[in-house]
């Protein structure tokens, strides 16, 4: 099925690696951009954010009081 994003914005959390990373892959190839959430950032979600289709959040949210993403939306 393919569905076009196009000027779309989605968030992802846990994209650095697994499933996350693989919907992040799908969803940039559909022609969404990507707000990619992640404790390490890889190479890969790295290489997307240099394509421009992602921007990567380094955080964590098995850290009590960290929830940076929800801080940062609004800034989108």
Known sequence: MNIDLTGQTAV???AGSGVGLAVTRALTASGA???AGTRHCCAE???LAAEGTVT????DLAVPGRAE???WAPTW
Request: hydrophobic letters at 55%.
């Open 12 to 14: 992802v959390t846990g």
């Open 33 to 35: 951009h990507v707000i």
């Open 45 to 47: 979600l790295g290489q």
């Open 56 to 59: 990567t959040f380094e955080f």
């Open 69 to 71: 993403l929800a801080a």
